[in-house]
């Protein structure tokens, strides 16, 4: 029986801690991803170049070369930690390196697409992230990929997968900001989002991320737009996503679905 087909999106908020790559999280993922693969093929893409590349070399990241040099030297950094970890379960890992422009023409969306399936059918796990090396700055603004919240979606979308799970330091989408009112709630199911409030500004909240929650309401409006579905949980309770997949119960975090 063909498998659903689902994709992860980690940020490097939960993959970096006191400046160094937090390997026990990063193991956590491995355990749930080794999990959901006996129900599901799994994608993942993972942020966290830049800040692994700050982990060895404390560059300036407002300098757009810098962080280009900072994506070149986290990045096998980063896959190096995950193949090590996933490891452990027996996965094989691959990395996948994209950027708009290759959802920006068809043939390289599909030579793309046929490399996806061939890692899939063989079980190995795809691990995508932005070629921010070339990627950031001119080219992101594309499609505005630099937050990776829009390159899941777009992941989810062109290579026909399920369902994307954003993993976040946030529960979910709540009615008010949290920080400010605790009386805030989460939203546990949202079917449409209004322009108004995709053209909030964006406020990331710590030093990597590049989005907050507003680009993850831009993907999860692509998907909606695209007829596909998107949850978004908290990456430090992995239980609330292995509970929704595993046993389609929803405990906690926000499904956005038409």
Excluded: C, W
Excluded at 93 to 107: E, G, P
Excluded at 155 to 179: K, M, R
Excluded at 205 to 212: D, I, Q, Y
Excluded at 226 to 253: A, D, T
């Amino acid at each position: 029986m063909q498998k659903s087909r689902v994709v992860i999106k980690v940020g490097s908020a939960l993959l970096v801690k006191n400046q160094l790559i937090d390997k026990e999280r990063m193991e956590a993922l491995a355990s749930l991803i080794s999990k959901l693969r006996q129900k599901y093929e799994v994608i993942l893409v993972s942020s966290g170049a830049v800040a692994a590349g700050f982990t060895k070399v404390k560059l300036s990241k407002g300098d757009l070369a810098n962080k280009q040099a900072l994506a070149a030297i986290g990045q096998p950094l980063l896959m190096q930690t995950y193949a090590e970890n996933f490891a452990i379960f027996g996965i094989a890992t691959a990395q996948v390196l994209l950027s708009a422009y290759d959802f920006d023409s068809r043939k390289r969306t599909q030579n793309a697409r046929n490399a996806m399936e061939v890692l899939l059918q063989n079980e190995i796990l795809p691990i995508i992230n932005e070629n921010d090396v070339t990627a950031t700055g001119e080219l992101s603004l594309l499609l505005e990929f630099g937050d990776n919240d829009q390159l899941s979606a777009h992941v989810t979308h062109f290579f026909n997968a399920d369902i994307l799970a954003i993993l976040s330091d946030i529960e979910g989408y709540y009615d008010e900001n949290p920080s400010i009112n605790p009386a805030a709630k989460i939203y546990p199911k949202v079917s449409e989002i209004s322009a108004e409030t995709l053209k909030e500004q964006a406020t990331p909240n710590n030093a990597f991320a590049t989005g907050g929650i507003v680009t993850k309401l831009k993907a999860a409006d692509f998907l909606l737009q695209n007829h596909r579905k998107m949850f978004l949980s908290s990456g430090k309770r992995l239980e609330v996503l292995e509970k929704f997949l595993l046993e389609g119960i929803q405990v906690s975090g926000t499904l956005f679905e038409k």
